[in-house]
């Protein structure tokens, strides 16, 4: 079969990566890819914007895609999966609906509340005057989230009342909350450790993955802006099943239920946020898609074939086949441009290796990557990620600190510490 992924990030190159490998697929089309996605066998980029819907209908009509897998959550938020499934195309998307759990945060707030999903006491605010009133009398510390997509801008965990006056002023200048009905909300500081749970989910349904750990601030040990992530690994050894067991109970479970009983069933890839205390989870957040960079160990973790299991989702119903996955672990390191996540350069050079590093226990894995003629350069702030299999944790971090200053390019920011506890 034909198979479209949408998206060009490091995600949708480990997705092209293991959907490619399944016997299933002829060709696999990724739009727009990066110079890793045009590397992989039977993948060919192609130049649509993620977000021309009609035109990604026609593209789909014309390959006779058969399955079309979106990565990112812009286009999922804004209902490309609506859209294809009324003009009867199979697609790995919720329906705009059930997308909200990501795109606003006090429709997943309020949710969770109403099916009794532990998470963080909050209040929701529209107006600037009731907000400030808040944050003067609240105690500290708290955190702060504008209600839509912020591409990662629109969470500040604030420890004084200045640092949060500053930040709501900084969503009214983002035009992220304030102008025209823009909501936030403030929430409760959760302790403890995070770590992100990807489940398939038909329905109340659903298959949970191991659980991963994401590394997001720029810098070791917690240190620097929050990034939309600087590395991750699976499984996560604290964790066992009886965590997992847990997390189904619930967060998944419930969340499901409540979103079919009232009207809105959710069949996608749906991705909690967790803070982890004590063994106890609490959301942070839902995410609509596979995490970015998540994907990456887990993608390279998966032992066998995703695609059954991802068009049974898209068909409306869970593969009979349970997910194997490695022994040991996997591990991604990013390397990101100077700057990120502010401003950047692009067109920066990469090394020969850039080109080559794979095999059955390191793969890389391009993000921000594309070729200027026969030039592999960078063109994103997360540019690659150094995906690593190894029988621990230990192993794996010595296998990836060791490849990794060859793939070095200028400026590259990468931390030290992707897998220590
Ligand atoms: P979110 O997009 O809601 O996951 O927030 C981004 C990041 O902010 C999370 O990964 C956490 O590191 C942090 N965060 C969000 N909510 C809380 C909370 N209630 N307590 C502590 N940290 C939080
Ligand atoms: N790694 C966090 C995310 O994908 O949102």
Redesign the pocket.
């Known amino acids: 079969m034909n198979v479209l992924v949408i998206g060009g990030g490091g995600?949708e190159h480990a997705l092209c990566w293991k959907i490619s490998q399944s016997p299933l697929v002829e060709r696999l089309y990724c739009v727009p890819g990066n110079a890793g996605t045009a590397m992989e066998a039977k993948v060919e980029n192609v130049a649509i914007a993620v977000d021309d819907y009609d035109g990604l209908l026609q593209f789909a009509r014309e390959r006779n895609i058969e399955l079309t897998i979106v990565g990112p959550?812009q286009p999922l938020v804004e209902g490309i999966g609506d859209r294809f499934r009324q003009q009867g195309r199979l697609i790995l998307a919720p329906s705009a609906a059930a997308a909200q759990l990501e795109g606003s945060k006090i429709f997943a707030k309020e949710l969770m509340n109403r099916s009794g999903v532990p998470t963080a006491e909050f209040v929701t605010f529209r107006d600037l005057a009731s907000v400030q009133a808040h944050l003067r009398q609240a105690s500290y510390p708290l955190v702060i989230k504008a209600d839509g997509l912020a591409a990662?801008k629109g969470v500040a965990v604030c420890h004084e009342h200045p640092a949060a006056e500053a930040f709501v002023n900084k969503l009214i200048e983002q035009r992220l909350f304030g102008r025209s009905g823009e909501r936030l909300l403030v929430e409760a500081m959760l302790t403890g450790r995070e770590v992100?749970v990807i489940g398939l989910c038909c329905g109340d349904e659903f298959r949970l993955m191991l659980p991963a750990r994401?590394h997001?601030s720029l810098r070791e040990a917690g240190e620097g802006p929050n990034t939309?992530?600087m590395g991750?690994f699976t499984p996560v050894a604290e964790l066992d099943s009886a965590f997992l067991d847990r997390v189904a109970q619930r967060v998944f479970y419930p969340v499901l239920h409540q979103l079919k009983a009232e009207g809105m069933p959710f069949h996608g890839v749906l991705?909690a946020?967790l803070m982890v205390q004590e063994g106890e989870p609490q959301v942070l957040?839902f995410?609509v898609?596979?995490?970015?960079?998540?994907?990456q160990p887990l993608l390279f973790h998966f032992d066998g074939d995703l695609l059954p299991h991802l068009l049974a989702v898209a068909r409306g119903e869970l593969s009979s086949e349970p997910f194997r996955w490695r022994s040991g672990c996997s591990l991604c390191v990013v390397l990101a441009s100077d700057g990120y996540p502010g401003a950047y350069e692009k067109g920066l050079p990469l090394p020969q290796a850039a080109a080559e590093s794979c095999g059955k226990d390191i793969k890389l894995f391009h993000a921000g990557t594309t070729m200027q003629g026969d030039r592999l350069v960078t063109s994103g702030g997360r540019v690659l990620g150094l995906t690593v299999h190894a029988h621990d944790i230990k192993q794996a971090r010595d296998l990836a600190y060791k490849q990794l200053p060859a793939l070095s390019f200028p400026g590259a920011q990468f931390r030290q510490d992707i897998g220590l506890p």
């Not at 898609?289 to 994907?295: I, K, L, S, V």
């Open positions: 995600r959550e990662g992100s994401d997001k939309g992530g991750a991705y946020g957040e995410n898609r596979f995490g970015d960079p998540e994907a």
